[in-house]
């Protein structure tokens, strides 16, 4: 399997848990325990930092000039750094809107991959998903778009973007 496989897996559950989260599935906070969001801060954080290993290490085990792979990393740092700035904000309870700023900017950017990435229809409709879903954050962040609304879009955007690919690819296929 691909290194980017692992990317997709953990991004993936972690994007599950945090629309979970948004959808109100284990989003109470129990009397006398911690904030169900600082738990899932935690693991977006991890992921976060993974995903920028991950990059690094797509990076150094293809040097340029061979496969799609290269490129590939550095969407990867787009969703690395983004997911750090996540987690570090729901540990931490920070102001959300910034998190909301940062996604404006990962939602149009790796529209600028549209010909550099490997496969065909499927991996441009991940990236009109990842514009639908990184904008939906920016507007939840400044209340423009309910929770549950943002809590669907990211369960849905879990399975069709992360789940998927990562699945086609561990069965040895190419993502279409």
Not at 64 to 82: I, M, P, R, S
Not at 110 to 131: H, S
Not at 148 to 175: E, R
């Amino acid at each position: 399997m691909p290194p980017i496989t692992i990317v997709f897996i953990a991004t993936g559950l972690v994007v599950w848990l945090n629309a979970l989260y948004f959808l109100g599935v284990g989003a109470d906070e129990k009397e006398g325990s911690s904030n169900p969001l600082v738990s899932i801060g935690n693991i977006t954080l991890v992921v976060g930092l993974l995903n920028l290993v991950q990059a690094v290490y797509i990076m150094w085990a293809r040097p340029l000039g061979g496969d799609g792979d290269v490129q590939v990393a550095g969407l990867v740092v787009f969703y690395g750094l983004f997911f750090v700035l996540l987690g570090k904000s729901e540990v931490n309870g920070w102001d959300l809107r910034q998190v909301g700023n940062l996604a404006v900017p990962v939602a149009i950017l790796p529209l600028f991959w549209w010909n550099a990435l490997p496969g065909d229809w499927m991996m441009r409709t991940i990236l009109v998903v990842w514009v639908i879903a990184f904008g939906s954050v920016a507007l939840t962040t400044y209340g423009k778009l309910q929770p549950k609304a943002l809590g669907g879009i990211l369960a849905v955007t879990a399975i069709y973007t992360f789940w998927v690919p990562a699945l086609i690819l561990a069965t040895g296929n190419s993502i279409p």
